[in-house]
Nanobody
Framework: QLQLVESGGASVQAGGSLRLSCVAS????????LGWFRQVPGEEREGVAA???????GYDDSVKGRFTISQNKSKNTLYLEMNGLKSEDTGMYYC????????????????????WGQGTQVTVSS
């Protein structure tokens, strides 16, 4: 059973940086999507960045050039490096994971992810 545990959230000033981590215990799929999502109260969860098992990445336009998603497969850990933080980056950040069959494309930015972590709060004050 896959378990996702996020960490690294904090309260920071605008312009600051954070690195979020997500440990994916029990990740045994050969092909998968991993993603970071953000949710603020009263709004739907939205995708921030995603990475596939081949290393392909994708970003929401609002974070391009500021955020970097990466993975350390040997540690089963997903990261989100966040620089130049803005107040609109505030929210609960969730890690998601989804297995991909051998006969299908990744399309990580358009998936309904099957597994989720509990979230880590990021608050950016201006």
């Amino acid at each position: 059973q896959l378990q996702l545990v996020e960490s690294g959230g904090a309260s920071v000033q605008a312009g600051g940086s954070l690195r979020l981590s997500c440990v994916a215990s029990g990740l045994t799929w050969s092909r998968y999507c991993l993603g970071w999502f953000r949710q603020v109260p009263g709004e739907e969860r939205e995708g921030v960045a995603a990475i596939d098992s081949d290393g392909g990445t994708g970003y929401d336009d609002s974070v391009k050039g500021r955020f970097t998603i990466s993975q350390n497969k040997s540690k089963n850990t997903l990261y989100l490096e966040m620089n130049g933080l803005k107040s609109e980056d505030t929210g609960m950040y969730y890690c998601g994971a989804h297995p991909i069959r051998a006969d299908e494309g990744y399309f990580c930015g358009n998936r309904v992810y099957r597994y989720w972590g509990q979230g880590t709060q990021v608050t950016v004050s201006s």
